[in-house]
């Protein structure tokens, strides 16, 4: 059964811009175009399994929307993503405080927020135990044997190596901020550095060759693994 994402937005192009493209990235949608109606659709069945969520609304003000969701035992665990063409580091801040699951700024790449959906579905959705042999284009993965692959030729990686590869392909597509991947490949060793991570990364992509080019950065945060082995 499709995942189902409820759109709340005033903007009647946009809401249907969004619909065509969801609905043809195999999601179904639930389209609402105010407070009060999205507070109605989250509570219907099926539940939405994410919720886009415009902060300026005619009637109800997102904010005030989000946290009436946040109250309700029926709603408060769908994952929410705000939209909105506030884009100072404060309202960002306050919005992640509020426990938004992601922030997108108007206007938005129509893919890109695709992604973030993807990528918020996966972080909340309950992991399944990975598998041994992973392949992701032509970059293969056997963790059993702590071996990998890059068209058909291995790739010697030291263990953190092999750890902090392992760590970005299990959350391809969401960005990891340098003090995650210090906290969860490092485990907070007081030696090290953000500096230290850049550099295990940048050997990463080295010894990774063309697959190395998985490994995007985002300036100023951190790095994020490709979403789909074409992305590179």
């Known amino acids: 059964?499709?995942?189902?994402?409820?759109?709340?937005?005033?903007?009647?192009?946009?809401?249907?811009?969004?619909?065509?493209a969801l609905r043809r990235n195999g999601f179904a949608v639930r389209p609402t175009h105010s407070g009060g109606e999205a507070l109605l659709g989250a509570t219907r069945d099926p539940l939405p399994d994410l919720i886009l969520l415009d902060l300026m609304l005619p009637d109800i003000q997102g904010p005030d929307v989000f946290a009436r969701l946040k109250s309700d035992v029926r709603t408060r665990d769908i994952p929410v993503i705000m939209l909105t063409a506030r884009s100072t580091e404060v309202d960002r801040v306050a919005g992640?405080?509020?426990?938004?699951?992601d922030y997108v700024i108007k206007p938005f790449?129509?893919?890109?927020?695709?992604?973030?959906?993807?990528?918020?579905?996966?972080?909340?959705?309950?992991?399944?135990p990975a598998e041994d042999n992973t392949i992701f284009?032509?970059?293969?993965?056997?963790r059993g044997a702590h071996?990998?692959?890059?068209?058909?030729?291995?790739?010697?990686?030291?263990a953190l190596e092999f750890r902090l590869l392992t760590t970005f392909m299990d959350r391809r597509g969401r960005v990891q901020r340098r003090e995650t991947l210090l906290s969860e490949v490092w485990d907070i060793q007081a030696s090290?550095?953000?500096?230290?991570?850049?550099t295990h990364v940048k050997r990463l992509r080295q010894k990774l060759r063309s697959a190395g080019a998985h490994i995007h950065t985002t300036r100023g945060v951190g790095y994020r693994f490709s979403e789909t082995p074409d992305e590179a």
């Open 137 to 142: 284009g032509t970059l293969r993965v056997d």
């Open 192 to 198: 090290v550095n953000t500096r230290t991570v850049d």
């Open 1 to 20: 059964m499709s995942q189902l994402i409820m759109i709340v937005d005033d903007e009647p192009d946009l809401v249907a811009a969004l619909d065509f």
């Open 96 to 101: 992640f405080e509020q426990g938004a699951d």
């Open 147 to 158: 071996r990998v692959w890059v068209e058909n030729e291995e790739c010697l990686l030291t």
């Open 109 to 128: 790449s129509t893919r890109e927020l695709i992604l973030r959906i993807r990528a918020v579905l996966r972080r909340v959705r309950p992991q399944e």
